[in-house]
């Protein structure tokens, strides 16, 4: 439903600017689709073992991969389409579907925590950082012959997989995840661009994300009570990749 309200104001929006600008000739719809490399910055790419340790209500450390400040994310991938409506010569909206898979790094964590407690914990699996987004943004585009660059920020609403995780070894424990994780999302994309011919052009973009989802954990581990606490995941990514465009009219 989130998703629908932000494509209705998507449509509104240009709606409204069209009727504002109708004595301009220049009102081009394009498709672009884009894939690359999702880099970690700041606390979601940290590793710091030190941090992964929850307290009980008494403020005793125990077993667990807490999350913020160190989400420790490993480089990933994205997937995006972006819809854009070429308001004037230089100005443009547009609406952009977005998502990124990142894995994450147990072993530093596994380590710590068996020698903290004289464990001997075989693996730690935690499912992958997998985030959807839908965002809208208002953008300049400017253009040289056949050499263009764009630059947009972008606000929307964002959605994590659940961050569940679990120890193995001569006991096993785990981490289950309550509710949904969703979040606003503030970004920045730009790209630099080629006209391959009247309709298609090849670019290369660079994007920025920011998010921070907060969760309830679930603590299980036979012959204890569960044991409920919250987290929160600090989501900053760089993303760079390629970009192929389509003029759609």
């Known amino acids: 439903m989130k998703q629908l309200y932000i494509l209705f104001m998507f ?19 394009e498709l672009a689709f884009s894939y690359g490399l999702a880099n970690p910055v700041g606390s979601f ?22 999350k913020e400040g160190h989400a420790a994310a490993k480089n990933g991938r994205f997937l ?26 147990t072993d530093p964590i596994k380590n710590y925590i068996n ?14 950082y997998r985030v959807s987004s839908l965002a809208v943004g208002f953008g300049y585009r400017y253009q040289v012959k056949k050499f263009g660059f764009q630059l947009i920020p972008i606000l929307g609403r ?23 994780q969703n979040s606003f999302l503030l970004g920045v994309n730009s790209r630099i661009s080629y006209q391959l011919s009247s309709r298609f052009n090849l670019a290369i973009k660079m ?12 603590f299980h581990s036979p ?11 600090n989501y900053r990514l760089l993303e760079t990749g390629i970009t192929l465009g389509f003029k759609i009219m």
Do not use: H
């Not at 204890?224 to 987290?231: A, F, L, N, V």
């Open 223 to 233: 012959g204890w009570d569960p044991y409920r606490g919250t987290d929160v995941i």
């Open 207 to 218: 994007g920025y994300n920011s998010a921070n989802f907060k969760y309830v954990w679930i």
């Open 11 to 29: 449509a509104l929006s240009v709606f409204t600017i069209q009727a504002m600008a109708q004595d301009v000739k220049i009102c081009k719809w």
């Open 115 to 128: 020698t903290k407690f004289k464990t001997n914990f075989s693996s730690i699996t935690n499912n992958d």
């Open 158 to 180: 964002a959605e994590i997989s659940k961050p569940a995780y679990s120890f193995s070894g001569y006991y096993d424990i785990a981490y289950s995840v309550f509710g949904k």
């Open 45 to 66: 790419g940290k590793v710091i073992p030190e941090k992964s340790l929850a307290k009980d209500d008494r403020g005793n450390e125990f077993i667990s991969f807490t």
């Open 80 to 105: 995006s389409a972006e819809l854009s409506y070429r308001i004037q010569k230089y100005w443009l909206v547009s609406l952009i579907s977005n998502q990124s898979n990142n894995a994450v790094v």
